[in-house]
């Protein structure tokens, strides 16, 4: 648990192999060091061949780390920031295709908290939701096949998962072509506001309403492991790699009381109650 300026952070991240051989989702909960009151967190969901994926998401993690630690909002926005991590990560896993002969490349969900603003951004299907409580306020929209169609109107959201190219993807990093990269913000943030970030492999089994319910009805640790464990339940011996990130804003605990001493005249000395600084 950390606390940036306005709130008390409490977060949590999960994952399961699922039905595969490996392991090729990544997660990470970061800290800066020039901004010790906000906090990274990133999901990468790597593809390509053996092994392929997992170094693809691996370098997503390595990047969004070495970048947010020298971060300095001074110099950087925090678009800026997340611009570069997704730029920087895709040059990197083009760069590693070539060397190693595998065809890596990753989906990616990146929020950054600072004080009461949010900022995030996203690649490929790796998705974010915002809540207050139970109550969903927003969440990302794939760059993928199946969300281009019922942007087009040929096909109506509840169609999309059933759908046969499902998990084709319009964009990720370290393919051949530019990355699409979604962003998003909210200042003023709320206490009770709770914030996931998760691969496909999780969100698949689960409707918008019942991620709110488990969200808002346990502790960041308890919901993950609701949320895995029913997520292997359904996927029912074919689940991918299932990986998310919990994140729940909290108001932040009150100064604690202290008792001072005051001088008395003659020696004697009395007790009042004062609140700390």
Known sequence: MTQTSGFKIEACAGQHIGDRTEQQDRVGIFQSRRMPRSALFVVADGMGGKTGGAMA??????????????????????????????????????????????????TMVALV????SAHWAHV????????????????????????????????????AQSHRLSNLLTSALGTSKIPEVSFGHAN??????????CSDGLWHYFSEAELGVILSTAAPRV????LVQLARERARGAGDNCTLAIVRLEEPEPAPITRVGRAQRGGATGTGAGRSA
């Open 57 to 106: 998401a691996e370098q997503v993690m390595r990047t969004a780390k070495s970048l947010f630690e020298e971060y300095s909002p001074s110099a950087q926005s925090v678009e800026s920031l997340l611009t570069e991590i997704m730029n920087e990560a895709h040059t990197v896993i083009k760069l590693s295709a070539l060397s190693s002969e595998k065809e890596p490349h990753s």
């Open 113 to 116: 908290l600072h004080g009461d």
């Open 188 to 197: 003023n943030l709320k206490a009770g506001e709770i914030f996931l970030l």
């Open 124 to 159: 490929g299907d790796s998705r974010l939701y915002r809540f207050q409580q139970a109550e969903l306020i927003e969440r990302t929209v794939d760059h993928s096949y199946v969300e281009q169609l019922i942007s087009e109107g040929k096909i109506r959201p509840e169609e």
């Open 223 to 226: 919901a993950s492991e609701r």
